[in-house]
Nanobody
Framework: VQLQASGGGLVQPGGSLTLSCEASGYTLDHWTIGWFRQAPGKVREGISCIVTSDGRTKYADSVKGRFTVSRDNAKNTAYLQMNNLKPEDTAIYYC?????????????????WGQGTLVTVSS
């Protein structure tokens, strides 16, 4: 299984970005796709996840109300819509796959990781 995150870039505070996580090599039935981020000098933080089979979601308090996770099973792709971005959202964003339908934000439990995409929020 390969996961590829994309869609990062430079955005002004208050702006929006949508990240994509495309999976290949396996159909993600009954998986959980998690979104994580890591800022310089900080530990990797789990910010959101979604169960691919039923669409259940979970968010960290730091992004609740601003970020929305979704999936398109036909495209084997998950998305992270990020609104009202703040400078503290600047980080490398990663997606990861967990081979069971559990809403977990601890990065240690995830089985597969994609390369990250950089999000920079700055004026």
């Amino acid at each position: 299984v390969q996961l590829q995150a994309s869609g990062g870039g430079l955005v002004q505070p208050g702006g929006s970005l949508t990240l994509s996580c495309e999976a290949s090599g396996y159909t993600l039935d009954h998986w959980t796709i998690g979104w994580f981020r890591q800022a310089p000098g900080k530990v990797r933080e789990g910010i959101s996840c979604i169960v691919t089979s039923d669409g259940r979601t979970k968010y960290a308090d730091s992004v609740k109300g601003r970020f929305t996770v979704s999936r398109d099973n036909a495209k084997n792709t998950a998305y992270l819509q990020m609104n009202n971005l703040k400078p503290e959202d600047t980080a490398i964003y990663y997606c990861a796959g967990l081979r069971r339908p559990e809403l977990l934000l601890d990065p240690i439990v995830y089985d597969y990781w994609g390369q990250g995409t950089l999000v920079t929020v700055s004026s």
